[in-house]
């Protein structure tokens, strides 16, 4: 609503709500990093911490996209009402929660006092007293997100009990074994069997709903990841910027088609909108797939 009072193109204001919904999938607390996590008996407060830094990168590229398309074609993206420093500072209270929120979170986690398991506790705890403390939840409404979180839990649990059941086929039929071994066999250095792999996920992504594809696919391509000598905490970072660009991806693309739905503009136009943006999505994917530190120095640095 804001950018359509701002008269902006209904390209862009689309394009930047279905791609910017994506960041949800990398930044903690991350569902698709919490399934890999337990799938791949991986620590999540790693994955977690590797999520942040491509996070924050994939989220600067979003930035720069929408500053170069801006700048291109003024006309796209309208210059908003220019506010005073003091009016910048006055509404700064409003959001002084969320900062004490992260700082307790990520703070207490970086410090040593809280396991990632923990932190997240103390987040959820102080979400509850702030909210309650400022009188913005009621019964019903806490009543409600309590209902949510059961709901999210029981899906994760259902995904999972799935994802255990498929686990014993493929090591049945060794599934993996076969493929690894056909991968191994190939007359290719180890870079560009990632890359295969990766594109299997961006094609799978785009076709079967991400966590489903992540839980089909996870269990025949770690062994051969592993087996190639990369990181599993890297190797999942990898895995949800993938699901990240899949989701945005034809012929499934969900974010495009809620977006659609509820703007009542075209999936052509939201299409459109989208395609600036993959491109620095794309970008990003490369640089973490040939600079694995970006991922791995903040979890080697704080859970050595």
Known sequence: ??????????????????????????????????????????????????????????????VITLFGWCKINPNLGPKGEKSTWRERFASLPSVAWVIVVFILVVGGLMMGF????????????????????????????????????????CMILTLLIGATVLGHFFAV??????????????????????????????????????????ILATPIFLPIVLK??????????????????????????????????ITKQSIGTVYKGIYPFLAGMCTCLFILLFFPQISLWLPNLLMK
């Open 114 to 153: 809280f396991t990632p398991t923990e932190a997240g506790s103390m987040g959820v705890f102080a979400v509850l007293v702030l909210v309650v403390a400022k009188r913005d939840i009621n019964l019903k409404g806490f009543i409600k997100s309590i209902m949510d979180s059961l709901r999210i839990g």
């Open 1 to 62: 609503p804001e950018m359509d009072r701002y008269q902006y193109d209904k390209r862009l204001s689309c394009g930047t709500v279905a791609t910017v919904g994506t960041l949800g999938v990398i930044i903690p607390p991350s569902v698709t990093l919490i399934i890999y996590g337990i799938l791949t008996e991986t620590s999540i407060g790693k994955l977690f911490l590797a999520g942040l830094i491509p996070g924050l990168l994939i989220a600067l590229s979003f």
């Open 228 to 261: 190639l000598g990369y990181d599993p905490v890297w190797f999942g970072v990898i895995v949800c910027v993938t699901c990240m660009i899949g989701i945005i991806l034809p012929p499934m693309a969900i974010n495009v088609f809620v977006v659609s739905g």
């Open 173 to 214: 039929t060794k599934t993996p074994y076969i493929v690894s071994e056909w991968l191994g066999s190939l007359p290719v250095d180890r870079s560009i069997i990632m890359i295969i792999i990766i594109f299997v996920y961006l094609i799978g992504g785009s076709f079967i709903e991400d966590l489903a594809f992540l």
